[in-house]
């Protein structure tokens, strides 16, 4: 069974930094593209950051752009996102996904065949 569990989310300041994780078991990882998505209070789920198969490639939502970095460490079949700078409105349940594509389709939701089952990450004023 293909699991993916992610942790490091937690209350932080405004202007604070935290780094989730996402480790995953079950089938092998490194072919696969891997995703961030949250999802805040009141709105739909979101693309966050997105990494293709080697780590050689990442994609990132506008609004958090020179602030969050996604990395993936194929050896340890974990995939990171590096969240500094974070505001109020970062506040939401972080989601990690692996895609059915290995260097593609990042921003796609429909691409991600697995899914975590998130963390929350609050930011506080």
């Known amino acids: 069974q293909v699991q993916l569990v992610e942790s490091g989310g937690g209350l932080v300041q405004a202007g604070g930094s935290l780094r989730l994780s996402c480790a995953t078991s079950g089938r092998t990882f490194s072919s696969n593209a891997m995703g961030w998505f949250r999802q805040a209070p009141g709105k739909e789920r979101d693309f966050v950051a997105g990494?293709?198969?080697?780590?050689?490639?990442?994609q990132y939502k506008e609004s958090v752009k020179g602030r969050f970095t996604i990395s993936r460490d194929n050896s340890k079949n974990t995939v990171y996102l590096q969240m500094n700078s974070l505001k109020t409105e970062d506040t939401a349940v972080y989601y990690c996904?692996?895609?059915?594509?290995?260097?593609?389709?990042?921003?796609?939701?429909?691409?991600?065949?697995?899914w975590g089952q998130g963390t929350q990450v609050t930011v506080s004023s």
């Open positions: 990494i293709n198969w080697s780590g050689g490639f990442a």
């Open positions: 996904a692996a895609s059915l594509y290995s260097d593609s389709h990042f921003t796609i939701q429909t691409a991600y065949t697995y």
